[in-house]
Nanobody, 119 residues
Framework: QVQLVESGGGLVQAGGSLRLSCAASGSIFSINAMGWYRQAPGKQRELVARITSGGSTNYADSVKGRFTISRDNAKNSVYLQMNSLKPEDTAVYYC?????????????WGQGTQVTVSS
């Protein structure tokens, strides 16, 4: 079983910055993709950013140029640096990790961390 622990959410004014962190622990053989999703009230959960084991990244169009995803493979951790935050970035942010716990694959979700951007 793989557990994810998130941190770093909070309340910030528009134009400010926050950094989210997510650490995975448990019986992990390997980690493939790590990512961040968000869900605003009344909306579906959407992909914000994702990074593969090789370091390839992709971002939602709405956050390109403002958010940066990174990972530390030694710590089984993924980070999301969020700059120039806007009120529309307000949502619960969820960490997502996909990998293998030999011999099976797994996908785990974090508990979610609230990000609130005031105008």
């Amino acid at each position: 079983q793989v557990q994810l622990v998130e941190s770093g959410g909070g309340l910030v004014q528009a134009g400010g910055s926050l950094r989210l962190s997510c650490a995975a622990s448990g019986s992990i053989f390997s980690i493939n993709a790590m990512g961040w999703y968000r869900q605003a009230p009344g909306k579906q959960r959407e992909l914000v950013a994702r990074i593969t084991s090789g370091g390839s990244t992709n971002y939602a169009d709405s956050v390109k140029g403002r958010f940066t995803i990174s990972r530390d493979n030694a710590k089984n951790s993924v980070y999301l640096q969020m700059n120039s935050l806007k009120p529309e970035d307000t949502a619960v942010y969820y960490c997502n990790v996909r990998g293998t716990t030999f011999p099976t694959a797994f996908e785990s979700w974090g508990q979610g961390t609230q990000v609130t951007v005031s105008s």
